[in-house]
């Protein structure tokens, strides 16, 4: 060695320093041998597998965000696009309200304006206790000065309670201090107070409601009727003339609120209401609370399951009154009034007529030029008719009736023996010309049109049964019908009801009244009228007829007694102690103002309440008050007819 330096160390090749990792500072990689060589393989592949894995989790992730914000975007597309149009139309019916205006009903009047029914504005006050105190007591939180929600509630009972009959201020306060949404304050509040109380007390809601006043309860409801809760008729001329009162809704468009306020200017779409019309009728109340009055005290006296009355207009066959005994009152709760007759039995319940029938026969007899008045015909007790043995009501030998007689006694074979006369197809078409087994078309609904067989269906016996009122069955408006026809010289004029309909444009429309029908000639009318002056005749010998208690002092009446007798249910036969008591007449019989028509359903005793069964009395008594209240000329002083020849 030379120069002093050490000689380098020997080796097989270049040696290079192993560099030291950057970073790491936990491990030192060897210099050389295989422990060495592994572990650095080893930590390499540890990185590879860590470094695979983090990226397996971003890209999963990435794929996840993109499938996230991809149905994100269809979502938002769908509502976008798809769903615009009807979540913007649930949107607007959300905050839109289309409010009612309801029309005012029209009233029913009677011939002289006076209200039958009539319909007032009310209103219902409403509150709505949560969210009421939820809004005044954030109000309260807001400004301390604002009232709490027990000072409101407070003054809006004791005003209630100073305005409002009836209204109790604790109950009141317990009603608006309820955990409810919603409660009733006060129904049938006049318009006035309710406004004067939601002016001062916003929080205070209401609804708009009609009540329907009837102001004489039970007058005339059998024709009138009555409304349901919802305001529509329900019985009488309510329901059938519904259409004519009823008018038509308006409404009324505007957007709310969250909190139920109308939004200034949303107002739209606007349709006023149509009021409905009032119908005048021809009925007149004071005659129909008389007659009304007359029946139930009828109905009481004479022990009858029912009675009824009809007063029609003698010329123009007007309704002035049609009564019912146990009449409802339509001002009261009708589920609770089941025991009375909510019904119209003078028009819907047909019952067969007995002898009043036997007009249609007097006037056929007289028509055809078959007798006169004053002939006399030898009546025995009984005759035999159609294989049908017929008596009389009472046991008698030949008797010799003028034809006059024969009605006014109303004398079964005598009857039967004039229409032997008539025949069986003059006797058919007058029965027909007289108008039954027809409807009159009054306007009111459910009427019968009585059951009258065609003479094709007469069967053994019809023809001694039909004259005398058996076999067929008529209304008690026909009944009035037929004597009208009378009344007005011969001619028929179908009753009506409905006088005139006043529009809300203030419009009258006139009813027009139907055509008459002449059924006999002036002449025959007037003789038949005069011969039927005998049933009310009184006399103390063979001269009086059946009804002479119908008579009136001062006047001429005409008129017809009836007894028809019912069928027994348990025997089928017709009964001998069941009967329909009628009275059919004209008054008075020289100037006809008046045609009277009445029906008790199996009397017990008289209308009075004395012995008997006759309906006369009844006539009287409604005939006398009808002529003195419209101070009727007295009739000139008339003959005495003769019944029983001497």
């Known amino acids: 060695m030379t120069g002093g330096r050490p000689s380098p160390r020997r080796s097989s090749g270049p040696h290079y320093e192993q560099p ?19 572990g650095s393989s080893f930590g ?90 939820k809004q005044v007591g954030a109000a309260h939180e807001a400004d301390d000065s604002a009232p709490t929600f ?44 309710a406004t004067r109380i939601i002016d001062k007390y916003p929080q205070v809601g209401q609804e708009y409601q009609q009540i329907r006043e009837y102001p004489g309860g039970a007058l005339g409801a059998n024709i009138i009727g009555a409304v349901g809760v919802d305001n529509t008729g329900i019985l009488g001329l309510e329901s059938s003339a519904d259409t004519t009162l009823a008018g038509r809704d308006g409404t009324r468009t505007y957007d709310q609120s969250t909190d139920g306020a109308l939004i200034p200017g949303s107002e739209r779409n606007d349709t006023a209401p149509v009021a409905g019309s009032t119908i005048k009728l021809t009925l007149d109340a004071d005659v129909q609370y008389f007659v009304q009055s007359q029946v139930e005290a009828a109905k009481a006296n004479s022990g009858a399951r029912n009675v009824q009355a009809v007063v029609l207009d003698a010329k123009t066959g007007h309704v002035v009154a049609i009564a019912n005994d146990s009449t409802f009152n339509p001002s009261n709760n009708l589920l609770r009034q089941s025991d009375f007759d909510m019904g119209n039995p003078a028009i819907t319940d047909p019952f067969e007529p007995g002898s009043v029938q036997k007009v249609v026969v007097a006037a ?27 008596n009389d009501a009472w046991e008698h030998g030949v008797i010799p009736f003028t034809v006059t007689g024969i009605f006014g006694k109303s004398s079964n ?67 009035a019908s037929m004597y009208q026809t009378i009344a007005n010289d011969g001619v028929r004029i179908p009753p009506r009801i409905i006088a005139e309909i006043k529009k809300p444009n203030n419009q009258v429309v006139r009813e027009p009244s139907p055509a ?4 006999v000639s002036e002449e025959t009318a007037k003789t038949v009228r005069d011969m039927l002056r005998a049933v009310v005749q009184s006399d103390t010998g063979y001269q009086q007829g059946t009804g002479p208690q119908a008579a009136v002092e001062g006047y001429q009446i005409s008129g017809k007694t009836g007894t028809a007798q ?6 089928g036969r017709y009964s001998n102690s069941m009967y329909w008591v009628t009275f059919a007449g004209i008054a008075p019989a020289d100037n006809p103002r008046y045609v009277i028509a009445l029906m008790l359903d199996r009397p017990v005793r008289g209308v009075h309440g004395q012995g008997g069964q006759s309906a006369a009395p009844l006539f009287h008594d409604i005939a ?18 003769t019944l029983q020849a001497g």
Do not use: C
């Not at 100073?162 to 409660?183: H, K, P, W, Y």
């Not at 008459?516 to 059924?519: E, S, T």
């Not at 006398?624 to 007819?641: G, H, I, Y």
């Open 364 to 390: 056929s007899v007289i028509e055809y030029g078959l007798a006169k008045p004053t002939d006399v015909l030898q009546v025995p007790g009984q005759i035999r008719m159609d294989n049908v043995t017929v």
């Open 44 to 133: 390499v592949m540890g990185e590879k597998l860590y470094s695979v894995s983090y990226n397996k989790r971003l890209r999963s992730g990435g794929i996840i965000l993109v499938l996230l914000l991809v149905l994100l975007f269809l979502q938002l597309s769908r509502v976008q696009i798809v769903q615009r149009s009807s979540l913007q139309e649930q949107g607007r019916s959300q905050r839109t309200v289309t409010q009612v205006l309801h029309a005012d009903r029209g009233a029913i009047v009677d011939i002289n304006g006076t209200r039958l029914a009539y319909s007032r504005d009310a209103r219902n006050l409403t509150f709505q206790p949560m969210a009421v105190r």
């Open 20 to 38: 030291r990792p950057v970073g790491r500072t936990h491990h030192q990689q060897p210099r050389n041998g295989t422990s060495g060589n592994f």
């Open 150 to 193: 027990q000072k409101l509630i407070k003054d809006i009972a004791q005003s209630m309670e100073r305005q409002i009959e009836g209204i109790d201020a604790e109950d009141m306060v317990l009603r608006m201090s309820s955990n409810e949404q919603f409660t009733y304050l006060a129904k049938n509040v006049d318009p006035v107070v």
């Open 516 to 519: 008459g029908i002449r059924v």
């Open 413 to 479: 074979v005598g009857t039967l023996m004039l229409a032997q006369r008539v025949g069986r197809e003059r006797f058919a078409k007058m029965l027909t010309k007289f108008g039954l087994g027809h409807t009159t078309g009054i306007e009111l609904a459910g009427e019968s049109a009585g059951i009258v067989p065609a003479l094709r269906q007469w069967q053994g016996g019809s023809f001694a049964n039909l004259p005398i009122g058996q076999g067929l069955s008529i209304t008690l408006l026909q009944m």
């Open 566 to 571: 019912q069928v027994d249910p348990n025997t």
């Open 624 to 641: 006398e008050w009808l002529l003195t209240r419209d101070n009727v000329p007295l009739s000139p002083p008339a003959p005495r007819l």
